[in-house]
């Protein structure tokens, strides 16, 4: 890729191109994304705000879901989701409460069954990073902590190497010292890999102060994009006049 002087530009990890959901035929109070257009380059955490029901999970539900209509373009690594939604899969982890994993099976067999899909998973790197959280293998999934839950997801998400990770709300409700540790571990991934990072929050000293560039959800729409220092002014700002809420 090349910007407008002819300079070789590295891949943006992951570009939404003027996505605007589609609503489906008869179907009442559909929500849908409007117009959303940026780009995010791999060393960076991004963060994505916005008050409940503003957009932030639908926004990683596009990606993620492939029965969502839209219109415009999604891309991974270069890659279209709609044509080679496998191939693009393959570039992400997800880490959410939602993430269907097996509820009676053990993190190793989870990761065993799963793993399966990801070109380049690595089994060793998953028992290295579950190692690393304190967290044994052969723990039963359904009988976890919801800290636990995570640790895991995020040691299955670095054993397939993505090159971007999606973090829906996933530090609601940690505890300081495991928040202090999580972070710690998606540093190390942007400082050794190349990897961008987008994590949801409603917490605006969290995005504050852990992230790179954020993002601001309104109603579907992204009203305001840009580095964190200069956006959560405008965010603080906002909240004051009661324009949006945190």
């Known amino acids: 890729m090349r910007d407008e002087s002819g300079i070789q530009m590295e891949q943006p990890v992951l570009t939404f191109e003027q996505v605007t959901g589609k609503k489906r035929r008869f179907a009442r109070n559909q929500f849908v994304l409007q117009n959303i257009t940026f780009s995010m380059e791999a060393g960076y955490i991004y ?3 916005g008050e409940n029901g503003a957009g932030k999970t639908t926004l990683m539900n596009y990606i993620l879901n492939e029965t969502i209509l839209y219109e415009g373009h999604i891309y991974i690594e270069g890659i279209d989701i709609r044509t080679a939604r ?3 899969l393959n570039h992400i982890g997800f880490v959410s409460e939602e993430n269907p994993f097996f509820a009676h099976c053990t993190c190793r067999e989870n990761a065993k069954l799963f793993g399966v899909f990801y070109d380049k998973y690595e089994k ?3 028992y290295q990073m579950m190692d690393a959280m304190n967290l044994p293998a052969d723990k039963i999934y359904g009988k976890m902590s919801r800290g636990e839950r995570l640790k895991f997801q995020l040691a299955f998400a670095i054993a397939h190497r993505p090159s971007l990770y999606l973090l829906d ?3 609601a409700g940690m505890d300081p010292v495991f928040r202090t540790e999580f972070f710690h571990v998606l540093q190390q991934l942007i400082a050794k890999e190349r990897v961008c990072i987008l994590m949801s929050s409603h917490l605006t000293a969290e995005i504050e102060t852990r992230t790179d560039y954020v993002g601001v959800m309104e109603k579907g729409k992204l009203v305001l994009f840009g580095e964190s ?6 965010v603080n700002q906002k909240c004051k006049k009661g324009e ?3």
Do not use: K, R, S
């Open 47 to 49: 963060g994505l705000m």
């Open 244 to 246: 949006i809420t945190e």
């Open 124 to 126: 060793n790197t998953f």
């Open 86 to 88: 496998a191939q693009a």
């Open 169 to 171: 709300e996933v530090t």
């Open 229 to 234: 220092l200069d956006i959560i002014p405008q």
